[in-house]
Each structure stands twice: as C-alpha cells, then as structure tokens.
C-alpha cells in the first residue's frame, strides 16, 4: 500500500490531502523544517569531516578508462573547475571536467566523493565529502551543489574558485545501494543540501524503465530561495505524477505562500509517509544535526547508523525501515 496521502498546506493537513496525482501538479506541494538554519555541512553526503596529511599528492589523472573514479587505492585526481553557475545568496553549482570528454564518474547510486584541499597556511589538508547532483552517466563532467557555511574552510574555498583552478577528488564512497525494485516505496526526508543524495537517488529510479518504485520527497529550508535543484525535482514531479509526490517547507516563507510553513513535525510525516507496517518500503533522512534529532537520531559515525529515535521512532517505524545518509 502507498503512502497514506499526500499534504498541501493551503489548508490545514486534514484539508489538503491528495495521493499520488495521474497528471502533472503545476508545482509541487511545500511543508516546513525550520531545522536547516543550523546546517553546518552535511553537504549531501553525510554529517562528517576530518582533515589528514597522509596521502600521496594528486597528479592531473590521465585516465585511459570509461570511468574516472575506480575507488580502492586510486588515490586523488585532479579535475579542472570548467563553470559555477549561482544559484543563491550562499549556494553554487560548480562543473567539474572529467580527464575525458567521454568518460563517466563510474560512481554508483548512492555514494559521495571526497574532496581536499590544502592552502600555503594550513598544516592540515582539509576533507569533505559531497554528493554529485550531474547523472553518473553523463560524459565528461561532474556537477556539485555547494553551499557555504561561516568558518566552513572547504566550502569556503570551493566558492573562492575560479574556471581554471583545479580541485583534488576521490572516491566513490558508497553509502546505500540502490538497486532496481527493491522497495515497493520509499521516503526521502531531507533539510538544505541534504537533498543532494536524494535527487541522486530519485533521479536513478526514475531514469530506468523497468523500476517502478515509488517515491515521496518532504524537503525543508529557511526560504523559498534555499530550496536546491527545484527545477529538476518539479520535473520528476511533473514527469512522473503516478509515482513522484515532493512536499516543500518553509521556515521563513514570503508573503502570499500558500504551502508548508515551519518544522517538520510528526503530524505531517504520519499523513505523507508510507505506513510502518508496509512491508517493503525504506526511509532515508539527511540534513543537519537538528533535522536528524527529530527526525531519526543521529548516527554515531559515518560507518554506524545508531539507534534509530525522534518521530519516525514514535511513528512506529523500525530501524531496518530507515537509512541515515
């Protein structure tokens, strides 16, 4: 069974309810998280970083394969930044070069790469992880959405980078496997740029014919400005009505907005969600620290997914049921 309906807040919740729609919504709903305020890099790929100065410098890669990043010992290779396009008041897109025109990232979904950097003051090289947002099969370039954060020496440089310079990447590192069919429906419950392994997810069940899971997106931010990849979330909206509901939410929303507004709250994920006794379904939350405290729980590390709490804990669901990116 499907989620139980879907919310546009309108109205109150009870009064907006519609579920998965057999044509195009005009733009998706929207609903509130107030909890991307305190992001401080999640960037997609995880709550993490560390810096390090073990490793071998990286060296402008010429590599004679179709895919560029192969993982294991391959070390660090240097991209050439080829564009940044702006998309808000802190948020870019940058596209990165791949060694070849016709080569592909060779990342599988869902994973981050990593990124270092090291500048003439610092001792330490400093490394984050960040989740593409181009498709894994695109030939000859990578796309990030990058979002600078105050004090964030990562994203602080990336958005200090001009075409030209290069940037020193590694990986892939694997997160879930999404394989095809495998959840009847699934959940994806993000805050800033944690909607960047969600699109990364989306954007591959819904680019192969043959999988015909469902998908249901609530998504928070401050304003409507900070809402990431809007244009490519409507189109898998639009797209794919039968299948694809997102649910939008504004802490600070403008006047004369008529969807969700203020925190993501349990009243909202009891209507949206796919029920915790389905047998086959799967939540993924990313976001900020706060996002996952109310959500999920936090994870312990980058490596153990904890104890699953917060609402979907109360909502009856199980820790199977539940991945924390």
């Not at 995880?46 to 073990?54: A, D, E, I, V």
């Not at 980078?161 to 990986?171: E, H, N, S, V």
């Not at 998908?215 to 979330?233: A, F, M, R």
């Not at 349990?266 to 996952?292: A, H, M, R, W």
Request: aromatic share 10%.
């Amino acid at each position: 069974m499907f989620a139980r309906s879907a919310f546009r807040s309108a109205a109150p919740i009870k009064k907006g309810i519609r579920s998965y729609a057999s044509q195009g919504s005009s733009g998706g709903g929207i609903g509130g998280v107030g909890y991307a305020a305190v992001a401080v890099g999640a960037a997609g790929a995880g709550y993490y970083y560390y810096t390090s100065t073990q490793g071998s410098p990286a060296v402008p890669a010429k590599i004679n394969s179709e895919t560029a990043f192969k993982g294991g010992d391959q070390g660090f290779i240097s991209l050439k930044l080829d564009s940044i396009e702006k998309i808000n008041h802190n948020t870019i897109r940058m596209r990165f070069d791949l060694p070849e025109p016709d080569m592909k990232s060779g990342i599988p979904v869902a994973s981050a790469l990593v990124t270092k950097y090291k500048g003439p003051e610092m001792e330490k090289a400093v490394i984050r992880p960040y989740t593409p947002v181009s498709d894994e099969d695109d030939p000859g370039h990578l796309d990030f959405v990058i979002k600078k954060y105050p004090n964030g020496p990562m994203s602080t440089h990336l958005h200090d980078m001009t075409p030209g310079q290069r940037l020193d990447i590694k990986g892939p590192i694997p997160k879930y496997a999404i394989k095809e069919n495998v959840h009847d429906e699934i959940a994806l419950i993000a805050g800033g740029t944690g909607i960047t392994p969600m699109y990364q997810v989306a954007r591959a069940i819904f680019k192969n014919p043959n999988d015909k899971t469902k998908v249901t997106l609530v998504y928070g931010n401050i304003s409507e400005d900070d809402i990431l990849l809007k244009k490519e979330l409507h189109e898998l909206e639009n797209t794919y009505p039968q299948r694809f509901r997102a649910f939008y939410l504004l802490d600070n929303p403008p006047e004369g907005w008529t969807q969700g507004k203020g925190f993501i709250n349990k009243d909202l994920l009891k209507t949206v969600l796919p029920e915790p006794q389905s047998s086959n379904i799967k939540i993924f939350v990313c976001g900020p620290p706060g996002l996952y405290k109310a959500v999920s729980g936090g994870k312990k590390s980058p490596q153990d997914q904890g104890e699953l709490d917060g609402i979907l804990k109360d909502l009856g669901y199980n820790k199977d049921q539940v991945f924390k990116f």
